[in-house]
């Protein structure tokens, strides 16, 4: 029975130092529960949407007594009900949609939302090599990368990890780099076909492309190839006339 359900001491604390961290106007949407919730204040949260299925009824419930176990409380009055997802494809897109959703309101500390920071015009960026624990006790050295974006109200440069970039942003931007003044954007395997019959060029990548680094996301993808327009007024080598047509 969900009512007799109580959150163990170790989960409460695990909460309170959760709820404390996020900020008024958070989301937080617990991985798999079908649910997202919205912080009011230090002391009140709201239900923002829920899946309609006996399990997530029992999630809700759940949530609702972890929450009041750390003193908050939770208004699901004006909650949206999304219909059941059929299969387990259609309850994965329906969780990406909601990730996606709860991205568009992600900012910056100032307030200024990300997707208002031109990402249109990111590509991915190599920050470092960092080492990790693995759990074994051994350590491997895995590639950092970010999109920077600059607030356009204060300056500042943020580095935007690649996961939420891409749900920010889709497919679309998210699979393509940047080589000098060639953009590489992968292609699926219908697009590849048409792309081909077209007579496009195509081109695989591995880990680096003209000895500059490959995000790991892109490694063994076939890419379109376009060029990056030149800058207004700045000419090639084709543009000027030779000796004959002089």
Known sequence: MTDEWKPERELIEWAKEHFSQMSVGGVW????????????SDTEWTLRSMMDTPDVNINHQRMVALMNAVGVSVDDSGVQILPSPENEEQAWAQEVHMK????????????????????????????????ILLDNGETTSIEIWGYIATNPNTGDSITIDPDDYHLLMGDEYFMRIKIDDVILTA??????IEHIDNG????????TVEG???????????????????????????????????
């Open 29 to 40: 949407m617990p991985e798999g529960s079908g649910l997202v919730y919205v912080k009011k």
């Open 100 to 131: 996606r959703e709860i991205a568009q309101g992600w900012a910056d500390s100032d307030g200024t939302l990300l997707v208002d920071m031109g990402l249109e015009g990111l590509y991915p960026s190599y920050i470092e090599d960092r080492d």
């Open 187 to 192: 292609l699926n395997r219908s697009d590849m």
């Open 200 to 207: 496009n060029p195509v081109t695989s990548i591995g880990s």
């Open 212 to 246: 500059q680094k490959v995000p790991p996301w892109m490694w063994g993808t076939t890419c379109k190839v376009d060029e990056l327009p030149l800058p207004e007024g700045q000419m090639t080598l084709e543009d000027f006339p030779s000796e004959e047509e002089e």
